[in-house]
Each structure stands twice: as structure tokens, then as C-alpha cells.
């Protein structure tokens, strides 16, 4: 009797079953398993001819899974960087591109210098702290006059965007002597900032800038006192489908 036709044992056919736990690890498993097992065949191969019509068939196979990209040098160079590194850079073939290696593959990139500083009035931002380090480092002169009461407005400006109430400039002088250390005095000059009615109407004239678009408007207490009929929506009268 032909073989293909006997009849299985059941049980030896649940013995031999392969569990996901039991396989090995997919290196990169949207290949999924059967490209896995293609790889370590091919890997496996000693004669180095059939080794690289191997590495070659895998190739089309992994790019015939993104036919929009199969032509790309680009993608062809992404597709020989994968095949290696998917045989655990074990397979010796021919690449028209650059090897990868374990070491390069394993870099890691430098840390990013993020700024730590946590400043006791963060209202003011980072940026004005800059700007006094700058304005420190200038000759004593008219620029530098300008420059600080330059950096004395927008910290008041910053100072009102946060707390909606009036300020006196003696205060954002002493936070700008503060912040300083010392060397930006303004506490005993006579100096004037913009008036705060100015900057609270420049605040506000911002924040409605950058309001997100299609926000809905509520109707002032001004329109109901002059009894002006709020105007219907434009999809009010629309008839239902």
C-alpha cells in the first residue's frame, strides 16, 4: 500500500506539534517563520555558489512582500542589511552593498544635553535668563541701556501672561536684579516699563492668534442689552434626510 495513504497515529501527530514557545526567536517577525527557516538553510548551505543563488531567491522573496519598493536601491540596500542581521550575521554571501556588523547595529546614540535648570520664576522662561547672561557679558553703554529695558519688558509682558493682574516695575526690577546676580540694577533708576493696560491688550490680542479655528464664540452680555436677534446657524433650517 502507497505510504501517503496509511494512516496517522493521532497522538504522534500531537507529539510532534511546534509551539511558539518552543521555536526559536524571529529576529525580525513581520517575515514571519518560514522566511526565518529560508535564512538558516541558506546559512547552512556549503557550497558557496548555492549559498549565494540562496541569499539572492531570499531577496525577491522579502522584496515581492513590498512590490512598491522591490526596485528602490535604497530599499534593495534595506532588504540585504535585514537578511543579514535576520541570520545573525552567520551567512557568508556575495552583497552589492556595505556588510553590517553586530557592533555598529548595537550603537547606541549620544544623549541628548536637555536643559535641567528648573529657575524659580519659570514664567519668565529660559529665554530671558539667556538674555541676561548675554546682556552681562556687555561693555557698559547706550546698547546695553536699551538691551535691559528691552529684557525688562518682556519679562514684564511674560510676568502678566501668567497672572492676570496688575504689576508694579519695582517688582520685575528686583526679579531682574535677581536674575542677574547682581550686575542688571534697575531698582534706584528711573526708568518707566509699557503700561500694563498695553501689554494685557497685546497678551490678549496674541492668545486670540493662536486660538484653534471654528471655535465657537459666546455672545457677549453687550448684545442682549441692545435686544439684537442672535442670527440663526446656517444649518438651522436644514431640512432632515
Same mark, same amino acid.
Given at each position: 500500500?502507497?505510504?501517503?495513504?496509511?494512516?496517522?497515529?493521532?497522538?504522534?501527530?500531537?507529539?510532534?506539534?511546534?509551539?511558539?514557545?518552543?521555536?526559536?526567536?524571529?529576529?525580525?517577525?513581520?517575515?514571519?517563520?518560514?522566511?526565518?527557516?529560508?535564512?538558516?538553510?541558506?546559512?547552512?548551505?556549503?557550497?558557496?555558489?548555492?549559498?549565494?543563488?540562496?541569499?539572492?531567491?531570499?531577496?525577491?522573496?522579502?522584496?515581492?512582500?513590498?512590490?512598491?519598493?522591490?526596485?528602490?536601491?535604497?530599499?534593495?540596500?534595506?532588504?540585504?542589511?535585514?537578511?543579514?542581521?535576520?541570520?545573525?550575521?552567520? $551567512?557568508?554571501?556575495?552583497?552589492?552593498?556595505? %556588510?553590517? !556588523?553586530? =557592533?555598529? @547595529?548595537?550603537?547606541?546614540? #549620544?544623549? +541628548?544635553?536637555?536643559?535641567?535648570?528648573?529657575?524659580?520664576?519659570?514664567?519668565?522662561?529660559?529665554?530671558?535668563?539667556?538674555?541676561?547672561?548675554?546682556?552681562?557679558?556687555?561693555?557698559?553703554?547706550?546698547?546695553?541701556?536699551?538691551?535691559?529695558?528691552?529684557?525688562?519688558?518682556?519679562?514684564?509682558?511674560?510676568?502678566?501672561?501668567?497672572?492676570?493682574?496688575?504689576?508694579?516695575?519695582?517688582?520685575?526690577?528686583?526679579?531682574?536684579?535677581? $536674575?542677574?546676580?547682581?550686575?542688571?540694577?534697575? %531698582?534706584? !533708576?528711573? =526708568?518707566? @516699563?509699557?503700561?500694563?493696560? #498695553?501689554? +494685557?491688550?497685546?497678551?490678549?490680542?496674541?492668545?486670540?492668534?493662536?486660538?484653534?479655528?471654528?471655535?465657537?464664540?459666546?455672545?457677549?452680555?453687550?448684545?442682549?442689552?441692545?435686544?439684537?436677534?442672535?442670527?440663526?446657524?446656517?444649518?438651522?433650517?436644514?431640512?432632515?434626510?
Amino acid at each position: 500500500m502507497n505510504s501517503k495513504y496509511i494512516k496517522e497515529n493521532s497522538n504522534d501527530v500531537v507529539h510532534h506539534l511546534e509551539y511558539n514557545a518552543e521555536r526559536s526567536h524571529l529576529i525580525i517577525p513581520e517575515y514571519g517563520r518560514h522566511l526565518q527557516k529560508l535564512i538558516d538553510l541558506a546559512t547552512n548551505i556549503q557550497d558557496e555558489v548555492e549559498r549565494n543563488k540562496a541569499a539572492k531567491y531570499i531577496i525577491q522573496v522579502m522584496g515581492s512582500l513590498n512590490p512598491h519598493l522591490r526596485d528602490v536601491p535604497d530599499f534593495q540596500h534595506k532588504l540585504w542589511d535585514q537578511l543579514f542581521i535576520m541570520s545573525d550575521f552567520k $551567512l557568508v554571501a556575495d552583497s552589492p552593498y556595505p %556588510i553590517p !556588523s553586530r =557592533e555598529v @547595529l548595537q550603537l547606541k546614540p #549620544d544623549v +541628548l544635553k536637555y536643559p535641567q535648570n528648573f529657575p524659580k520664576y519659570r514664567f519668565y522662561g529660559n529665554n530671558i535668563k539667556y538674555m541676561i547672561d548675554v546682556a552681562n557679558k556687555w561693555e557698559d553703554g547706550d546698547m546695553k541701556k536699551a538691551l535691559v529695558k528691552v529684557i525688562a519688558n518682556h519679562m514684564k509682558k511674560s510676568y502678566l501672561s501668567w497672572n492676570k493682574d496688575t504689576v508694579k516695575d519695582d517688582v520685575i526690577f528686583e526679579h531682574l536684579y535677581e $536674575l542677574s546676580d547682581g550686575k542688571l540694577n534697575l %531698582i534706584q !533708576s528711573s =526708568e518707566e @516699563l509699557l503700561n500694563t493696560t #498695553d501689554l +494685557l491688550r497685546t497678551n490678549k490680542r496674541v492668545s486670540n492668534k493662536i486660538a484653534p479655528i471654528g471655535q465657537p464664540k459666546i455672545l457677549s452680555n453687550k448684545n442682549l442689552k441692545t435686544g439684537k436677534p442672535n442670527l440663526p446657524h446656517k444649518n438651522q433650517n436644514r431640512k432632515p434626510l
